[in-house]
């Protein structure tokens, strides 16, 4: 945002006199990094009245001449020697401390230029361009420090909508997410066609997971602006948030206007899964990857997909895709594992998990997967050995009792599987019917067999 530039070389009682506030009519979102508003030498204020009934010598008014000509070409440097001579002479003239933390503004001497607006506002606490000029000085680096002089701004304008969003903005970077929302509203009911203020109040009551209130406001700033991307994707947020199904269109709709947002369009997967939408949800992975190459990410996720599709011979080969990008992914690594031991390939299985657990040797998920693929196998001496790494950091649950019971029956140690059934069937405690009667049978001719051999 360029700031307004005064054009006229007039006699200083006239040049001294305020700006109108011609900022206010620029957009919010563009004013923290930019000098804000300059004094414009032909308008005429009524907040500066001491200005106006001083009569100054010629010499001065070249001075403040000089100044503004140097401030025209956006030569600051040159503009300060000036003003710093004018004010030697004249320090209570208000217009000339603004246009010198004007100067310091654009050479970002930023101490300078708080220290000159701070000035300017004691000797003329009207002059809303110097509240404005502050606010958004401090606006980036200190914004709770700019919460006062924007405040201050709106109450010298209370008919403008701008300052009340420009307050609300610091009011939102300085923590004070109720006292900005007040503002945008505020800002809203002053101009109820600004679309900019209803985005921010709308983009806030979302961060306060007030998404009902949002999603009304999203709407309303699509139906004067269809093509917002912001609101758009404002509104699949909202709609998301509350998990309603209208999310994924609101999604698409978006993702029309910002083809190219990688993480809306994952968060369209990841919603669609969460609906259980499967298919659509690996559709719109697949438009996602068209034209260039799968990242892990998108391989990781399509692996999901298959799997709760139980494409299992699918899952094998991305999650083989994605080990070519990272060969040393424990988790994917385990995943492969677990994959074919859904296809019963029991040998794959163990030789992929073994290859995680030596990557990630204290992840007990993987310990657990092993057991249970040795387990299927039918290699009991090899479940109980896993079974035992894992009881050193885990106290076994009723089912891994249960499976122990089985193993050591399989194996006839007599004694060891009665203790891990009757251990079962404390734990259980009737959960599970069909293995408490198997575990009751058993107990009951394991308890006969040892009788026998006493």
């Given at each position: 945002?360029?700031?307004p530039?005064p054009?006229?070389?007039t006699?200083?009682?006239?040049?001294?006199?305020?700006?109108?506030?011609?900022i206010l009519n620029?957009?919010?979102?563009h004013a923290?990094?930019?000098l804000g508003?300059?004094?414009?030498?032909?308008?005429?204020s009524s907040?500066?009245?001491?200005?106006?009934?001083?009569?100054?010598?010629?010499?001065?008014?070249?001075?403040?001449?000089?100044?503004?000509?140097?401030i025209d070409?956006?030569?600051?440097?040159?503009?300060i020697?000036?003003?710093?001579?004018f004010?030697?002479?004249?320090p209570?003239?208000?217009?000339?401390?603004?246009?010198?933390?004007y100067?310091?503004?654009a050479?970002?001497?930023?101490p300078?230029a708080r220290?000159e607006?701070e000035?300017a506002?004691?000797i003329?606490?009207?002059m809303?361009?110097?509240?404005?000029?502050?606010?958004?000085?401090?606006?980036?680096?200190e914004?709770?420090?700019a919460?006062?002089?924007?405040r201050?701004?709106?109450?010298?304008?209370?008919?403008?909508?701008?300052?009340?969003?420009?307050?609300?903005?610091?009011?939102?970077h300085?923590?004070d997410?109720a006292?900005?929302?007040?503002?945008?509203?505020?800002?809203?009911?002053?101009?109820?066609?600004?679309?900019?203020a209803?985005?921010?109040l709308a983009?806030?009551?979302?961060h306060?997971?007030?998404?009902a209130?949002a999603e009304?406001?999203?709407r309303g700033?699509?139906?004067?602006?269809?093509?917002s991307?912001?609101?758009?994707?404002?509104?699949?947020q909202?709609?998301?948030?509350?998990n309603?199904?209208?999310?994924?269109?609101?999604?698409?709709?978006?993702?029309?206007?910002?083809?190219?947002?990688?993480?809306?369009?994952a968060?369209?997967v990841?919603?669609?899964?969460?609906q259980?939408?499967?298919?659509?949800?690996?559709?719109?992975l697949?438009?996602?990857?068209?034209?260039?190459?799968?990242?892990?990410?998108?391989?990781?996720?399509?692996?999901d997909?298959q799997?709760a599709?139980?494409?299992?011979?699918?899952?094998?080969?991305t999650?083989?895709h994605?080990?070519?990008?990272?060969?040393?992914?424990p988790?994917?690594?385990?995943?492969l594992g677990r994959?074919?031991?859904?296809?019963h390939?029991?040998?794959?299985?163990?030789?992929?998990?073994?290859?995680?657990?030596?990557?990630?040797?204290?992840?007990?998920a993987?310990f657990?997967d092993l057991?249970?693929?040795?387990y299927l196998?039918?290699?009991?001496v090899?479940?109980?050995?896993?079974?035992d790494?894992?009881?050193?950091?885990?106290?076994?649950?009723?089912?891994?009792w249960?499976i122990?019971?089985?193993?050591y029956?399989?194996l006839?140690?007599?004694?060891?599987a009665?203790?891990?059934?009757?251990?079962?069937l404390?734990?259980?405690e009737?959960k599970?019917?069909?293995q408490?009667?198997?575990?009751?049978?058993r107990?009951?001719?394991?308890?006969?067999?040892?009788?026998?051999?006493?």
């Amino acid at each position: 945002m360029k700031p307004p530039r005064p054009s006229s070389r007039t006699p200083f009682p006239i040049r001294a006199a305020v700006l109108i506030f011609l900022i206010l009519n620029v957009g919010a979102q563009h004013a923290a990094p930019h000098l804000g508003t300059q004094l414009n030498a032909q308008s005429q204020s009524s907040s500066s009245t001491q200005s106006k009934k001083q009569k100054l010598s010629n010499p001065l008014n070249d001075l403040l001449d000089d100044a503004q000509h140097d401030i025209d070409k956006n030569d600051f440097e040159a503009a300060i020697p000036p003003l710093q001579k004018f004010l030697a002479e004249k320090p209570d003239v208000a217009y000339a401390h603004f246009q010198l933390a004007y100067a310091y503004t654009a050479l970002k001497r930023a101490p300078e230029a708080r220290a000159e607006y701070e000035r300017a506002i004691a000797i003329d606490p009207k002059m809303s361009e110097a509240y404005l000029n502050l606010g958004i000085l401090l606006g980036e680096s200190e914004p709770a420090a700019a919460v006062v002089p924007l405040r201050k701004l709106v109450e010298l304008t209370p008919a403008q909508s701008r300052p009340r969003i420009l307050l609300g903005v610091a009011q939102e970077h300085s923590g004070d997410l109720a006292g900005a929302a007040e503002s945008f509203e505020g800002a809203v009911r002053l101009d109820p066609r600004d679309t900019e203020a209803a985005l921010h109040l709308a983009q806030l009551y979302l961060h306060l997971k007030r998404p009902a209130d949002a999603e009304a406001k999203f709407r309303g700033i699509l139906e004067v602006q269809p093509t917002s991307a912001t609101a758009a994707l404002g509104l699949a947020q909202t709609l998301d948030a509350q998990n309603k199904p209208e999310a994924a269109d609101a999604y698409r709709k978006y993702l029309v206007l910002q083809p190219a947002d990688s993480a809306a369009r994952a968060r369209l997967v990841h919603f669609l899964v969460e609906q259980k939408s499967n298919d659509e949800a690996l559709a719109e992975l697949d438009r996602a990857d068209a034209g260039k190459p799968p990242t892990s990410d998108s391989l990781r996720l399509r692996a999901d997909l298959q799997i709760a599709a139980k494409k299992y011979d699918d899952v094998i080969v991305t999650l083989q895709h994605a080990l070519a990008l990272t060969p040393n992914d424990p988790q994917l690594i385990a995943g492969l594992g677990r994959t074919y031991m859904q296809k019963h390939d029991y040998a794959d299985a163990e030789k992929q998990l073994k290859i995680a657990l030596h990557l990630d040797p204290k992840n007990l998920a993987y310990f657990k997967d092993l057991s249970s693929s040795y387990y299927l196998s039918g290699d009991c001496v090899s479940t109980l050995a896993s079974l035992d790494v894992i009881a050193k950091s885990e106290p076994p649950g009723a089912g891994t009792w249960f499976i122990r019971g089985l193993c050591y029956d399989k194996l006839h140690q007599i004694k060891p599987a009665l203790e891990a059934y009757q251990n079962f069937l404390t734990m259980d405690e009737g959960k599970n019917p069909d293995q408490v009667w198997q575990a009751q049978q058993r107990s009951s001719v394991l308890k006969h067999q040892l009788e026998a051999k006493r």
